[in-house]
Each structure stands twice: as C-alpha cells, then as structure tokens.
C-alpha cells in the first residue's frame, strides 16, 4: 500500500499480559483512536507474583476474538473498510506472539491487507508522536517497562540507536520484586507509587547506582543497574525490628518513598549523561532537546516529575503519554503501523515471523 490521505487500521498487542486491540483512523494529518480495549491478565498472574507464560498465552487465544468483535463494533467498521492490519512480533513472549501474529495474518490474508509486524519497542517511543505535542526526530527515549530500561536516540523511523541499557534488572522488575519482599503484591510499581506519597524519602539510605560510571569510549555512561538497589530494599527490610501492622505500613510507606529518591535520581543522572551525548552528535542543535519517557513505568508521576525537573534545568523538553498508553496497548502498534504507512513504508517482511528477542537497532 502507498502513502494515502485517509485510512483505518486495525492493531493486535499481546507480547506481556495484556490483550489488546485498537482501530485507528488516519485523515490527513489528523489521527482519531476509533475504538481501543485491552484485556489485563493481572488478576490471573498475581497469585503467581509475575507473568507465567503459559497462562498468558492460553488467555490471548480465550479473549482476543470477543475483544476484537467488541472493537470492530464500537468503532462503527467492519473488516472491508479497513487498510491494513499490525501486530506486534516482538520482542516479548513467545506463546502470545505467535498468538497475536498468527491471528493477525490470518485476518490480513483473508480481508486482502497488508500486514505490518511491529516492533514493540518502536510501538512505545512513537507513542508521544501520536499527540498534539509531536516530538521531532532526533529524540531521546527514557524507555522503562517490566522487561527494558534502555535509553534510546530516535534518529529517524525506524533508525534507532541504544546509549545505554539495563546490565540485570528492568526498572519495573526491581519496582515488582521490591514490592513482593514487601509483602506486597503484583505489579508492585503502582502499588510503590501510592505508598511513596506517604513516606520519608530519607529514611532508607538505598545507592543509586552507576553514578560516574564510564562506557568504553570513555563518556559517562548511560546504563542502568536495578539489581543492587532491590537487594537493598530486601536487607534493610529483613533488618527491620518486629513491629506492628501500623509501623509496618509506615516502613512500606517510607521505604517506597526512600526507593523513589533513589531511583529519580538514576533517572536524572542518567538523562543528563544522554543529553551531553545528544548535544556531542549534534553540535548545531541550538533547541530544546526532545525527550520522551514511555513504557509501563512512566506512569509514574513521581518520576516523571524527577525527569521533568532535569529536563528545565538543561534546556530540553520532555514529553510523555497518557497513562493509559504508557503501559501495553495496542493503540501505539497501530499508530506505529500509520508512522510507516505515512512515510511510504511498505511492510517488510522479516518482521512478520514472531521473534521473542529482537533487537531495535535492526
Ligand atoms: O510496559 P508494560 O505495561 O509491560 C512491559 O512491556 O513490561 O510495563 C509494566 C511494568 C510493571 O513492572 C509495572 O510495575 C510497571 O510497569 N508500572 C509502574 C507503574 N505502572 C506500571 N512502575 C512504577 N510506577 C507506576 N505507576
Ligand atoms: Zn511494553
């Protein structure tokens, strides 16, 4: 398919524990989200205190054909006035990515569309192009999810480049990890963000770690290290004398808070090493510097007010997506899918088999 003025696109996500659909419709320059659902497994995983494979793949097969029924419908469309179908491909969790892609090329075969296989990452930095604030590439991308902590330069469409990255734990596993040794359940990253507003950030004295570190080429690296800082949560926890359930609530409290100043400030050190890297590429770029922080964790408003305070002090400018879009979904898979289909990208084939490791540097 050419780059066209109006057209409709109907996308599936399910490469974590979230089933979901979304039809966008693209006119113009105007992108309107007819219809998007997402089915969250997290009741059926929480027991579990993570993501058990099987289950989720067995739950994509269960809910998907009512789910995408619902979406056709609330979006007033049928199969026929669609332009093209996306899926994510990967990278992610093998059963529901074969689900989704299976699913989503059989759709496309048999209404006759082309069919994008998305990038999962790609789907989350493009996500903040999708709003009225559009981010103009070059960009920086904080990306923070259950499975990645990268930072990112967007280049262009598609021409990606990784600074740094986690060396052991994502930032959402360290939040979900220290919330179970808490006694708290899954996922914890929310859970910690209520506590914290009620705790003292200075009780626990917790590292942030790889501060002055160096890369190889010498510059201060943007790498990321959450493994440490979560078992420091679990040894000042279990050092902790016997209490009561009040106190007990006013550790969890001041230990979540404890573990957003630590972490806010990884985050802002780590930006700042990005941004002398961004301004090191692009010697002429006399703007602000976009920046955009995605992926499930920048729901946090905590941290994205750490990112923010950085972002005024050195000249750059951040952006970041409703909540609702900033954990999995398949609104920003259909509009990277649209990204591609602006600029004249036809779908490219490897990227249709389902690849639970895939690098976004391909
Ligand atoms: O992007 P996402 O929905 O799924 C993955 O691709 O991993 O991210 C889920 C992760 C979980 O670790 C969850 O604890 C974390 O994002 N998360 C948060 C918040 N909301 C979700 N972490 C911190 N604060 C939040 N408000
Ligand atoms: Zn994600």
Redesign the pocket.
């Known amino acids: 398919m050419h780059s066209m003025d109006s057209f409709s696109i109907l996308a599936l996500e399910s490469?974590?524990d979230?089933t979901a659909v979304a039809i966008l419709r693209q006119d113009g320059d105007k992108t309107e989200i007819l219809s998007e659902n997402i089915y969250s497994q997290i009741p059926d995983h929480a027991e579990f205190g993570g993501v058990v494979p099987e289950l989720a793949a067995r739950a994509h097969v269960q809910h998907f054909p009512s789910l995408i029924e619902a979406t056709l419908q609330e979006a007033s469309t049928t199969p026929d006035k669609l332009s093209a179908i996306a899926c994510t491909t990967g990278p992610?969790l093998i059963g529901g990515l074969l689900v989704g892609s299976m699913l989503a090329r059989t759709m496309a075969m048999r209404w006759q569309l082309p069919f994008y296989g998305i990038h999962?990452l790609e789907g989350?930095l493009l996500s903040p192009r999708l709003g009225t604030e559009k981010p103009e590439f070059p960009y920086l991308v904080l990306l923070a999810?259950?499975?990645?902590t990268l930072m990112i330069l967007a280049k262009g469409l598609g021409d990606y480049q990784i600074l740094g990255r986690s060396r052991d734990d994502?930032l959402?596993?360290a939040?979900?990890k220290s919330a179970i040794i808490m006694g708290l359940t899954y996922?914890?990253?929310?859970i910690?963000?209520r506590l914290a507003q009620d705790g003292d950030p200075t009780r626990f004295a917790l590292p942030s770690p790889l501060v002055g570190a160096r890369d190889k080429s010498d510059r201060l690296s943007c790498d990321f290290s959450f493994s440490g800082l979560k078992t420091a949560v679990s040894r000042l926890w279990r050092q902790l004398p016997p209490m009561t359930e009040t106190e007990k609530q006013q550790a969890r409290c001041d230990m979540a808070a404890s573990l957003h100043s630590a972490v806010g400030n990884v985050l802002q050190n780590r930006l700042n090493n990005a941004l002398r890297q961004f301004r090191a590429l692009y010697p002429e770029y006399s703007d602000k510097i976009p920046v955009v922080f995605v992926?499930?964790?920048a729901?946090?408003?905590i941290?994205r007010q750490s990112l923010e305070v950085l972002c005024i002090r050195e000249n750059a400018a951040l952006s970041t997506v409703p909540m609702r879009l900033?954990?999995?979904n398949a609104t920003m898979i259909a509009w990277a899918a649209i990204e591609r289909i602006k600029a004249g990208l036809a779908p490219i084939a490897e990227h249709h088999q389902a690849q639970p490791r895939w690098s976004l540097e391909w």
């Open positions: 490469s974590c979230e992610g999962h989350h999810s259950g499975g990645h994502a959402g596993e939040f979900d996922p914890g990253g929310p910690l963000e992926g499930g964790v729901a946090n408003q941290l900033c954990t999995d």
